[in-house]
C-alpha cells in the first residue's frame, strides 16, 4: 500500500514536471514522461493507460516501449534544450570546478542521449508510430 502510494505520487509529480517541461526550456520533458510511466506500471496500471493513450504524451512513450527509440524531432528539440541549459548554468556558476564538471556532465549527456536510436514516423497519426 505505501509502495503504491509512493509509485503513485512520483508518477504525478513526473507528470507535473514533464507538462512544465512543455513551457519551460530548461525542464525536459521526455525523461519525466518515462518515469512517469514506469512508475504507473507498476502503482496503477489504469494511469499508465490513459498516459500511453494521452495525444500530446503517447507517441513518445509508445516509440521508447516499442521500440528504445524516440523521433528525430524529439532528439533535436532534446539537444538544443541540454546544449542551451548547460551552457546557461556554465556561464553563471562562478567556480572553475563547477564549470568543469557540468561539462564533463554534458558532454557525457550528450553522447548517451546521441546514441539513442532513432524512429521515425510516417504520418503525424499514433497508428503509423
Do not use: D
Request: hydrophobic share 55%.
Amino acid at each position: 500500500m505505501i509502495k503504491r502510494f509512493i509509485l503513485l505520487t512520483v508518477g504525478w509529480c513526473c507528470v507535473a514536471l514533464g507538462v512544465l517541461g512543455i513551457f519551460l526550456p530548461l525542464l525536459p520533458t521526455t525523461p519525466f514522461l518515462l518515469l512517469a510511466s514506469a512508475c504507473f506500471m507498476r502503482g496503477s496500471p489504469r494511469l499508465n493507460t490513459w498516459l500511453t493513450n494521452h495525444p500530446t504524451f503517447g507517441p513518445i512513450l509508445y516509440n521508447w516501449h516499442q521500440h528504445g527509440a524516440i523521433t528525430r524531432k524529439i532528439k533535436r528539440r532534446a539537444n538544443i534544450m541540454i546544449v542551451v541549459s548547460f551552457a546557461f548554468s556554465i556561464a553563471v556558476v562562478p567556480l572553475a570546478w563547477h564549470k568543469i564538471m557540468l561539462i564533463v556532465i554534458g558532454v557525457t549527456l550528450l553522447v548517451w542521449f546521441n546514441r539513442l536510436p532513432v524512429v521515425e514516423s510516417v504520418a503525424p497519426r499514433r497508428e503509423n508510430y
